[in-house]
Nanobody, 115 residues
Framework: QVQLVESGGGLVQPGGSLRLSCAAS????????MSWVRQAPGKGLEWVSDITSGGYTNYADSVKGRFTISRDNAKNTVYLQMNSLKPEDTAVYYC?????????WGQGTQVTVSS
């Protein structure tokens, strides 16, 4: 059974940091490209960052220089280190796994940036 379980969300003040984790099971994690996608209140899905099976990373301009994606294939986990958080980063953050025609989603974790 495929599972993606996000954790690490919460309430943080502007300028603070959080690290999101996404634990995967039920598929060959190391073969999959992993992404983080977010959805702010009342808005559509926004791609944030991805990391290929080979470890290459990409970032949306809105988070470049502040967020870092990484993966640990031994732990079947992908991370998103978020620094210098802004109120506009408030959203539900989803983990996504993609390989050929296979595409899996987690349930999301809420990140709220507010003073």
């Amino acid at each position: 059974q495929v599972q993606l379980v996000e954790s690490g969300g919460g309430l943080v003040q502007p300028g603070g940091s959080l690290r999101l984790s996404c634990a995967a099971s039920g598929f060959t994690f190391s073969s999959y490209a992993m992404s983080w996608v977010r959805q702010a209140p009342g808005k559509g899905l926004e791609w944030v960052s991805d990391i290929t099976s080979g470890g290459y990373t990409n970032y949306a301009d809105s988070v470049k220089g502040r967020f870092t994606i990484s993966r640990d294939n031994a732990k079947n986990t992908v991370y998103l280190q978020m620094n210098s958080l802004k109120p506009e980063d408030t959203a539900v953050y989803y983990c996504n796994a993609k390989f050929r025609m296979y595409n899996y989603w987690g349930q999301g974790t809420q990140v709220t940036v507010s003073s």
